[in-house]
């Protein structure tokens, strides 16, 4: 099962003299079939079949462990809403919304170099189809791939 999402087109705001440049996900909700998600600038013509690392626009990719299913007793899947304590010092929850950083220098440079906008397509690709529960207690939408944010970052 595979599907596309684009977002933008958007200014970049990169200078063209970075040295370095990550694209960041936040909130990656990964109560969810594992996934991989590849990343293309600038290329809205890309879809899950002909998506390849090998095209001008790919820009990289990440993985992410789902958790498809709660085997644990009632509650235990329920990620804590509020701050932790003061001094609790334990992990937090496994189904704490997720973070992945990808390096994109060289695929930034190239968008760079051919204007001021930049559109992310992101293919992700899963085994498994998702079929989320009808009380969508957890994966609150039927896509697979639900993010909070996405940033990008340059450094000189």
């Given at each position: 099962m595979a599907e596309k999402y684009v977002y933008?087109?958007?200014?970049?705001?990169?200078?063209?003299d970075f040295s370095r440049a990550h694209l960041e996900f936040y909130g990656i909700n990964h109560f969810r079939?594992?996934?991989?998600?590849?990343?293309?600038?600038?290329?809205?013509?890309v879809t899950p079949k002909n998506a390849?690392?090998?095209?001008?626009?790919?820009?990289?990719?990440?993985?992410?462990?789902?958790?498809?299913?709660?085997?644990?007793d009632e509650g235990h899947c329920d990620v804590p809403t509020g701050p932790p304590r003061r001094f609790d010092d334990r992990p937090s929850h496994p189904l704490t919304p997720a973070y992945?950083?990808?390096?994109?220098?060289?695929?930034?440079?190239?968008?760079?170099?051919?204007?001021?906008?930049?559109t992310v397509t992101v293919i992700v690709d899963?085994?498994?189809?998702?079929?989320?529960?009808?009380?969508?207690k957890r994966h609150h939408t039927e896509r697979l791939f639900?993010?909070?944010?996405?940033?990008?970052?340059t450094f000189s």
């Open positions: 933008g087109p958007f200014d970049h705001c990169a200078a063209p079939p594992t996934f991989t998600a590849r990343i293309y600038f600038n290329d809205t013509k390849d690392e090998k095209r001008q626009s790919y820009a990289g990719k990440f993985a992410m462990l789902g958790h498809e299913t709660c085997y644990g992945r950083r990808v390096v994109v220098t060289n695929a930034l440079k190239r968008a760079v170099r051919k204007g001021k906008k930049l899963s085994q498994r189809p998702f079929k989320p529960p009808a009380d969508k639900e993010i909070r944010g996405m940033q990008l970052v």
